[in-house]
């Protein structure tokens, strides 16, 4: 059951990403300066690798989330949520955040991609205790 509680919290984040980024493409565009065409989508060749990455990086979070769940005793919804929305509020969007301010990025983008990283921690925590 662990492996598809993962699998599951994973998809439901990844999911909630093409949704948030949907919603928001315009703004996170702008702010990561994206290079745009003349018919007002991004330039460049529509790969799909980071697709599939980040689809493996939602499975690895929430594999590493089940085991300090496990760990914790985090076994109720409310506290897979509250617990989720921390992990990526204070772990995952500080670190987004430095990343973003080396290299002069508008605060803009740290809001956005530390807003998906914290409400999809949250979906993650919640999900997984659905499976506990």
Same mark, same amino acid.
């Given at each position: 059951?662990? &492996? ?8 439901? #984040?990844?999911? %909630?990403?093409?949704? =948030?980024?949907? $919603? ?5 565009? $702008?702010?990561?300066? &994206? ?13 799909? !690798?980071?697709?599939? !990455?980040? $689809? @493996? ?8 989330? /089940?085991? @300090? *769940? ?18 990526? !509020? %204070? %772990?995952?969007?500080? =670190? ?8 002069? /990025?508008? *605060?803009? !983008? ?6 998906? #990283?914290? *409400?999809?921690?949250? @979906? @993650? ?8």
């Amino acid at each position: 059951m662990g &492996v598809l509680s993962v699998i599951a919290a994973g998809a439901a #984040a990844w999911i %909630f990403g093409a949704v =948030w980024y949907m $919603a928001l493409s315009k703004p996170w565009m $702008a702010a990561a300066g &994206v290079a745009m065409g003349p018919d007002g989508k991004p330039q460049g060749n529509g790969s799909a !690798l980071p697709f599939i !990455l980040s $689809a @493996i990086a939602m499975i690895v979070v929430a594999g590493m989330m /089940r085991h @300090i *769940f496990a760990l914790s005793g985090i076994d109720t919804l409310d506290k897979g949520l509250v617990s989720g929305l921390g992990v990526g !509020l %204070f %772990f995952i969007s500080p =670190w987004i955040m430095i990343n973003n301010a080396y290299p002069g /990025r508008p *605060f803009k !983008l740290t809001l956005i991609d530390g807003g998906y #990283a914290t *409400f999809g921690c949250a @979906i @993650i925590g919640g999900v997984l205790t659905l499976f506990a």
